[in-house]
């Protein structure tokens, strides 16, 4: 599949990232003038940032012109320090693609044969090891991506069919041989926002699915706890439309119709919070995710390393497009936004488990005997807990680095991974209570919900039974928490 000139978050929802790219000839053709531009320039014995220079600061180091192609592989193996956890492979991945999509703007100064070989590594399959800590979200993501792109001249190590084995191992048994780096390439390839956007990327794609589920979960739960659909309708939300909350209230609405059980009389006068301001929560939550998915496809289609090669303006131009700040800002906005998704659900877990509106205490059928659900609820209570830790802002933070020259950074990195842990934590404490939510509309019947939420139901019950007696909870806990990880408008056939 042809690399598109713009990659959005719906094309990467649709598994584009799947499959095998390749390069357009505009892409391939940009590259190339650029490229061939910057070796022009430097013909001219001038002195640029990067290319034959020092990095950071030492700047003012002119470096040989025979000791060029030297300095941009030293440049990556000392740059190649990050330590931690392994980055998760199906991120190295996105962050393949998004450092092959930034480089075929064609601003970077690099060969077509660079970009070619790190879309080889995406097609078959060579996913180089990176670790999580070093990036300090500014100067771009130097750690992180010299690890991505040391397999390049056959360093670092790699996963290749199955196996972690060594980059030159790897090119070997793929047919492939290493590529020396030329003037500006190592400089182009470590500098960028690719660690940052690819997990920001993967928190997008994942929050998108969640806010749909948040919505399902909020509703069945809602049947179960016999809360009113009045303050879901459209009058209250015409007179404060924010959009996420005119839809969420909508959406509520729709999954609610053909409930036997909305029919029923309610004795309450109001519901708690958590049900009665699903659409305020669920839809600031929503609002939030729009805003961050603006910046993060800017980000993912623009260019971030330094020195950018301009060669229609016949400029070399040294800026700060690596840094981070929008980024960092917006990972730390979109990790509040969707912790108060666990947070709201946690609570309606709460109220489900507490013994009101005829249901019994803990949801167990013999409490005393059994103590049912009490402690899915704290569970669901310690994850909420460390998820209000992560969201701690990163960007507010900065260390001076190089010597003062790299003064001010955005730390996100740690946004962008404390971000995707949110987000599993979010994915985890829903799951608890559309467990315990399924367990309490056992206590309705035989009054039906509605259609779509008695599929929900129905789904749920395909791999967690009721239950009759205390039992290992976590593996109905684990396997309700897999079933999130569904498309639920193709789950369910239902346009939400």
């Known amino acids: 599949m042809e690399l598109p000139d713009h990659l959005s978050l719906q094309q990467l929802s649709e598994g584009f990232w799947e499959n095998k790219i390749d390069l357009s000839d505009q892409a391939t053709q940009r590259i190339a003038h650029n490229r061939a531009y910057l070796d022009n320039v430097l013909k001219g014995g001038g002195t640029y940032y990067g290319i034959n220079t020092g990095f950071g600061s030492l700047c003012n180091v002119r470096i040989k012109d025979s000791e060029l192609s030297q300095l941009q592989e030293n440049l990556v193996c000392s740059h190649a320090c990050g330590m931690g956890d392994e980055v998760p492979r199906e991120i190295t991945r996105l962050m393949l693609l998004l450092k092959i999509q930034g480089l ?10 660079i970009v070619q070989r790190l879309a080889d590594f995406y097609n078959l399959g060579i996913t180089p090891v990176v670790y999580e800590l070093g990036s300090l979200g500014a100067s771009g993501d130097l750690a992180p991506l010299a690890h991505l792109c040391l397999p390049l001249f056959g360093k670092g190590d790699v996963y290749y069919q199955g196996t972690r084995m060594q980059a030159a191992a790897a090119l070997q048994l793929a047919g492939l041989q290493p590529i020396a780096l030329a003037a500006k390439e190592g400089l182009a390839l470590l500098n960028g926002t690719q660690f940052m956007s690819s997990y920001i990327t993967w928190s997008l794609l994942a929050s998108r699915r969640l806010l749909v589920w948040a919505d399902i979960i909020g509703a069945l739960s809602a049947e179960a706890f016999m809360a009113k659909d009045e303050p879901f309708k459209a009058p209250i939300h015409f007179v404060r439309p924010h959009n996420g909350q005119v839809k969420t209230a909508a959406r509520m609405l729709e999954m609610l119709n053909g ?10 006068v109001q519901d708690p919070y958590s049900f009665r301001c699903i659409p305020q929560v669920h839809g600031a939550t929503k609002d939030v995710f729009d805003t961050v998915l603006r910046v993060a496809e800017t980000e993912i289609n623009s260019v971030t390393d330094n020195p950018i090669v301009f060669h229609d303006e016949d400029a070399i131009m040294s800026g700060g497009n690596f840094h981070g700040q929008p980024l960092a800002l917006h990972a730390d906005f979109l990790a509040i936004a969707m ?70 950074v955005s730390m996100g990195a740690n946004a962008a991974t404390k971000l995707r842990r949110v987000v599993q934590n979010v994915q985890r404490v829903l799951a608890i209570e559309l467990l315990t939510a399924a367990q309490g509309l056992e206590f309705r019947r035989p009054h039906q919900s509605s259609p779509l939420l008695e599929k929900v139901f129905q789904s749920v019950r395909e791999v967690a039974p009721f239950m009759a007696a205390d039992e290992v909870l976590h593996y109905r806990m684990a396997a309700v928490e897999q079933l999130l990880n569904s498309d639920p408008e193709k789950k369910y056939g239902f346009n939400f």
């Open 339 to 408: 912790a108060e998704l666990a947070n709201i659900s946690e609570r309606r877990t709460y109220l489900l488990v507490s013994g009101q509106r005829d249901l019994p205490p803990f949801l167990a059928p013999d409490a005393g005997l059994n103590s049912g659900f009490m402690i899915a609820q704290y569970t669901a209570a310690a994850i909420v807990s460390q998820s209000k830790q992560y969201c701690t802002p990163a960007s507010v933070d900065s260390i001076v680095s190089s010597n003062g020259q790299e003064d001010h």
């Open 104 to 113: 075929c703007r064609g601003y970077s100064g690099v060969r077509t044969e």
């Open 259 to 268: 409930s036997e059980i909305q029919k029923l009389h309610k004795q309450q």
